[in-house]
């Protein structure tokens, strides 16, 4: 038994494999049903719906992603994996549920039970179509035949029957079947004539608890309590009994027959396995457990694998190993296929000549051959040794001419040992039971002996006149010449293989899970460990180590990287690979050749090697770019390598800013446009010195504070000038404040305070520095407050520091750059190598258009009566903090110095933005940019246009006009919803409240009813466009609003595809029944448009001839729950059921699963094509509508406001 996964539970009663995937449910007596991945040994999921005792019966379906069980609580649950949820329960059994399967072909459910029945169910219908009556007892198993209409089932009434199913499903197997016409299927509600009894086995003493059909032949097995295990045969007219196995000590719990081999297995409470020669009719083998009972035992299909459930958990196994007997050399390959020694010509072809027979094995259960192997050392005959388990351990040993013709036949030479291996040109060495190491000649004669220096386990070939000892985990080198140890490695597991290669430069020393690599002299390269089992490999000749797992083909250099190179469906065998072909051989022993993507890693290779005109061609025709290559070149100290083949600006910026390229990565800035990026770039320029890059970046990024500080520690006055008035255009007191303190602008100073109401200080300030243009003024407000006192003796002028040093005239300031890593192209004339036409560009990207040469300020002085410059090319309007685009410059009128105007605290609009910063509210103060900036952050909006008459109508609604006196313009007031323009709390009115919204929907839902769909398109966007506009009172506000968002998006994309499909041709029918089917699956929160779509969609189709179709949305009709409406359209489904039963065909192929469940489909909203299971999708951030991935970076056609796939923040409607 080969163990491939064993698991602990509770006891297993029932087990299923998947017929595809390596999966196995097992089915618990807790009521829990398992989902395992045998091949790495985890659980992958559980399922628990089953209440009221064990769960007995499993079984996956053949094709769909859906499987069965049977329980204790008489239910029988169709479950689909991929939803992780059961969808829907079948009802009838009376009693425990013994065994449920799903037919191969046929859309039913098999099932048995405790009540005396079998019953046969179409899970498409959801019906019982048949119930087989006929057994007294117990009915405890039931299953399909493969091939034929025949059922055979086991009871505890000591019978075994088979029926007959062909009258069944000539009656009923027809696409869009309904519920049987009788009560449960039949005739009468004793039975049916559809599926009727052909043969009753008897002849078991006691009740019996298994039967199953051959796979092929007219057999069938079957196990009772009884002990025995009894082979039947069948023809057309009769059953009879063939055999009695007898063995067993205890009841036989299950039994069946291996699907690919002439062997049987059973199980049963005495805590034994049996294997049975189904030939000889005789015991085999025999597997047991201490301390478990054996409960279920199922084969897999297609493979050898078996699975057994037991007491504690289950077991997963085969009975023999699979892997084939073969080794390559050069361009030829040896290999042991059906029995026979045949050389290959792989140069030539797949298929070769036999050049001798290996022994017969010993029983039916295993082939008894362990390895084959070839003598290199030999370049004038053939040598290959067999090796074999049986008798406890032989070979044989064959010596052929080099030139085989076809009646070539090489006669064996026999011999026993523990282990055989080539040593030289007509040596071979053999590890006799003893302990001892005999060395022979090719005619099998003994040479001399030896007894190796460490007690020895396996024997490999180790290169001339060497062999390789394993000892446990230790493998040896031992020079038979020296007679001494070469070198040692441990190698955890203990190897099981050894691959040299071509050469016998290196070594692959392979475990179950872990793999080492050495030179030929066994010095260690590299090591690793794999998760899943590592089963073959080989070197290439460039000296990298290709090697397979159970579900990769893998690659591992001899410095240790490693990567994958493409996934397995099924295990494959490598033999050689050369010049980028991969020669296998699979499970079947078929040989196969492969082409083999070896790109990445020859890149790989030639980069360690530092070959770079081999990196410069992978790099150009490999087409290898990706995350992966790009962070492997940083790994190894390359990034500049990657800039010359990344298009990708935020990649490249990330890997100029690494390597401290600032141009390189200012340049990429500009591109990206983003203040995070911009940051970044800061503190890099700002490490090398760069000022002007320094200077640009805070401009780029609004960072005024900081820009103020670069002015000061750099002595450019004139701009610190500037950053006054800007602050002052922004109303920005600190910042003001602080401006005015680091130019040493005392009177600055005094107006901010007393603007801020801080008299007392501006007093005292203007004061203390002897401004008495101020100080009268500011004296009449402090109402005889006497502040001189308060001015210290000692007081002294606060100037702002002077710079040590100031730049000269054309000198930009900038400190001395760091000197960048040396350009690795320049050596290796790589420096104008050009790049591939596409540039390894994503074709779902489009590079942001943004200025390449952002503008900085000058260096111009202000000249005394000129009008002072506010902000250069790059900066816009002060007031708007909005980060986006670059705004045009602004001119700022000189301030008068005289006089001392000032001006009071916040408008309304100002009270409400401090406390709350909503769209909404940004919107009702008439701040629209700061409104469609804060939109593009939370929701990747690109396209304002539609916001437009939005916005004006929200903030109208918070606006009010009183008329003033004549020649007098009117007084605006806002609206408040909450406070009065007094309060410091005020909340502005919000025209698009959730009570509004819903209204909206209503009247669309209004128009959609009608067949207004062009209307109702409109109304409905409008809505979902004015839900960001909207603000929530409270958490459950919040939701209605958020579930407005799901139902204005359904309907917006329901209206969409009618309206679509309208408008296309009578030449395409089949687009417009697809998207009539389309239409069914929008999730429309009214019941009457979900049966309306149904209708409209049968119609459609019934129309076209599309029977098949339009059965399956009669069928959704008939099954739905319609109210009143119901009984106008239930009564036409039922007519069109019946019509469209009676053709079962569809004249038009459509891209639409009738079978499948509408709520699962999903539908591309920019192209109206059903999105697949493995598709890339991508989404609106907005409004969550699906798209394929080609779509994103484009505009969302349901909401028409945000970008495709854009990571944004996600929508806010009331503070956090």
């Not at 050049?355 to 094995?361: D, E, L, Q, T, V």
Request: glycine share 8%.
């Amino acid at each position: 038994m080969l163990v491939k996964c064993e698991t602990k539970s509770n006891r297993v009663k029932g087990l299923s494999f998947h017929p595809k995937l390596s999966w196995i449910l097992a089915s618990l007596h807790n009521g829990t049903i398992q989902l395992w991945d045998y091949r790495i040994g985890s659980l992958i999921d559980k399922f628990e719906e089953h209440e009221g005792g064990p769960v007995r019966g499993v079984g996956f379906h053949m094709t769909q992603p859906l499987f069965v069980s049977g329980g204790d609580d008489y239910k029988i649950k169709v479950w689909n994996y991929k939803m992780r949820r059961c969808i829907f329960t079948l009802l009838g059994h009376l009693d425990y549920i013994r065994t449920v399967e799903f037919h191969d072909e046929y859309p039913w459910i098999l099932s048995s039970s405790d009540d005396q029945t079998i019953r046969i169910w179409n899970w498409q219908s959801r019906a019982c179509i048949a119930v087989l009556t006929g057994h007294n007892h117990y009915v405890m198993c039931a299953h399909f035949h493969p091939k034929e209409d025949l059922i055979v089932s086991a009871s505890l009434d000591q019978t075994v029957r088979v029926w007959d199913t062909s009258g069944l499903r000539e009656k009923r197997v027809s696409i869009g079947s309904g519920a049987p016409s009788g009560p449960q299927g039949g005739g009468d509600v004793f039975g049916t004539s559809d599926a009727v009894v052909k043969y009753v086995l008897e002849g078991h003493e006691r009740g019996v608890n298994w039967a199953s059909f051959h796979p092929t032949l007219p057999l069938i097995v079957s196990g009772a309590d009884d002990r025995l295990i009894k082979l039947w045969r069948m023809n057309d007219s009769k059953a009879w009994e063939v055999d009695t196995l007898r063995g067993h000590f205890n009841n036989v719990s299950c039994c069946l027959f291996h699907p690919k081999k002439d062997l049987i297995l059973s199980n049963s409470e005495d805590r034994t396995i049996r294997v049975w020669d189904v030939t000889r009719r005789t015991g085999i083998h025999t597997f047991r457990r201490e301390n478990d009972r054996f409960w279920v035992l199922v084969a897999h299909r297609s493979s050898n694998l078996v699975a057994v459930g037991h007491d504690a958990g289950m077991v997963v196994f085969k009975l023999d190993c699979e892997r084939p007997l073969a080794q390559s050399h050069g361009n030829h390959l040896y290999v042991v296929q059906d029995r026979d020694v045949h050389v290959i010509d792989l140069d030539k072809q797949l298929t070769g000549k036999r050049m001798a027979s290996c022994r017969r094995a010993s029983n039916a259960m295993t082939s008894g051959m362990k390895s084959l192997q070839f003598n290199s050392h030999n370049s004038s005959e053939i040598n290959t040794l067999v090796f074999y388990t049986q008798d406890d351990g032989c070979y044989d040993l064959f010596v052929g001419p080099n030139q085989l013709s076809g009646d070539t036949h090489v006669s064996a030479k026999h011999g026993n040992a523990k282990a055989v291996t080539f040593t030289a040109r007509n040596r071979f060495a053999v590890l006799q039971h003893s302990g001892s190491i005999g060395i022979y000649n090719l005619q099998n004669e003994l040479s001399k002996k030896f007894d190796p220096p460490m007690p020895t386990d396996y024997i490999f070939q180790g290169g001339n006149n060497r062999i390789l000892l394993k000892s446990e985990e230790k493998i040896v080198m031992y020079d038979l010449t020296a007679r001494k140890v070469v070198d040692e490695v441990v190698v955890a597991g203990g190897v099981r293989y050894t691959i040299w290669s071509q050469n016998g430069q290196y070594v692959a020393l392979m475990s179950k899970h872990n793999v080492l690599l050495a030179g030929k002299n066994l010095e260690y390269y590299h090591s690793f460990h794999e998760n899943i089992r590592v089963k073959s490999g080989a070197w290439d000749e460039n000296g990298v180590f290709i090697y397979s797992t159970l579900s990769h083909v893998k690659y591992c250099l001899p410095n240790g990287d490693s990567g994958i190179i493409y996934s397995l469906a099924t295990p494959i065998y490598i033999m050689r690979v050369h010049k980028q072909f991969i020669y296998f051989i699979d499970r079947e022993h078929n040989v196969n050749k492969q082409r083999l993507n070896s790109s990445e890693y020859l890149f790989k290779l030639a980069l360690h090697r530092r070959q770079f005109n081999d990196v410069k061609m992978w790099i150009t025709n490999g087409r290898i770019c990706g995350n992966a290559v790009i962070g492997y070149l940083k790994q190894k100290g390359f990034p500049e390598v990657a800039l010359h083949f990344v298009e990708d600006q935020q990649t490249r910026f990330n890997l100029a800013l690494e390597y401290g390229h600032i141009e390189e990565a200012m340049t990429a800035a500009q591109e990206i446009n983003e203040p995070a990026s911009w940051n970044r770039l800061g503190l890099e320029a700002l490490r090398q010195g760069n000022q002007q890059i320094v200077e640009m970046v805070y401009q780029k990024t609004k960072n005024f504070d900081a820009l103020s500080f670069l002015y000061l520690i750099t002595g450019d006055i004139n701009k610190l000038k500037k950053m006054l008035k800007i602050a002052e255009m922004r109303q920005d007191v600190m910042s003001r404040f602080n401006n005015a303190l680091m130019l040493g602008a005392i009177d600055e100073r005094v107006k901010i305070m007393a603007e801020m109401g801080q008299i007392p200080l501006a007093a005292l300030t203007a004061k203390a520095h002897n401004l008495t243009e101020y100080v009268a003024k500011l004296e009449e407000q402090l109402e005889g407050t006497e502040v001189s006192a308060h001015i210290p003796g000692n007081a002294r002028l606060l100037a702002p520091p002077v710079p040590l040093c100031r730049p000269k005239a054309g000198d930009p300031g900038n400190w001395p750059l760091l000197r960048s890593v040396k350009q690795i192209f320049e050596k290796t004339t790589f420096e104008n190598v050009p790049l591939p036409p596409d540039n390894f560009m994503d074709a779902m990207e489009e590079p942001e258009q943004t200025e390449k040469d952002a503008g900085m300020w000058g260096d111009d002085d202000v000249t005394a009566g000129a009008e002072p410059v506010v902000a250069g090319a790059d900066w816009g309007d002060m007031g708007d903090l909005d980060l986006g685009e670059d705004l045009p410059a602004v001119d700022v009128a000189p301030v008068a110095e005289q006089g001392s105007t000032l001006t009071v605290g916040d408008s309304v609009e100002g009270k409400w933005l401090r406390a709350r910063k909503l769209p909404a509210d940004l919107v009702a103060a008439g701040e629209f940019e700061e409104a469609l900036g804060l939109l593009k952050r939370r929701l990747g909006l690109i396209n304002a246009e539609p916001l437009e008459p939005l916005f004006k109508e929200a903030y109208w609604a918070t606006r009010s006009s009183l008329p003033g006196p004549p020649q007098a313009p009117s007084l605006h007031w806002p609206l408040l919803a909450e406070g009065n323009p007094k309060s410091r709390d005020v909340v502005p009115v919000i025209r698009f409240t959730s009570k509004a919204i819903i209204e909206k929907v209503k009247d669309g839902q209004k128009l959609t009813t009608g067949g207004k769909f062009a209307d109702a398109l409109g109304i409905f966007r409008s809505a979902l466009q004015a839900i960001p506009l909207s603000a929530a009172t409270d958490a459950t506000d919040e939701k209605n609003l958020l579930d407005m968002i799901e139902c204005a998006r359904e309907y917006v994309n329901f209206t969409r595809l009618e309206v679509a499909r309208k408008q296309l041709g009578p030449e395409a029918l089949a687009r417009n029944i697809e998207m009539a089917a389309y239409l069914t699956c929008c999730k429309v929160q009214s019941k009457t448009h979900q049966c309306l779509a149904l209708q409209l969609a049968m119609f459609t189709s019934f129309k076209a001839q599309n029977f098949v179709t339009a059965a399956s949305f009669a069928r959704r009709i008939v099954q739905g729950s319609w109210g009143d409406q119901g009984a106008a359209i239930v009564p036409k489904a039922k007519q069109v059921l019946a019509q469209a039963e009676k053709t079962a065909s569809d004249a038009h192929a459509i891209n639409f699963d009738a079978r499948g469940s509408a709520e699962a489909l999903n539908v591309c909203q920019g192209s109206f094509k059903l999105i697949g299971a493995s598709d890339a999708v991508a989404q609106c951030p907005f409004c969550a509508s699906k798209y394929l991935a080609s779509y994103k970076g484009k505009l969302c056609e349901t909401c028409q406001l945000s970008e495709i796939g854009a990571n944004t923040l996600g929508i806010q409607l009331r503070p956090l």
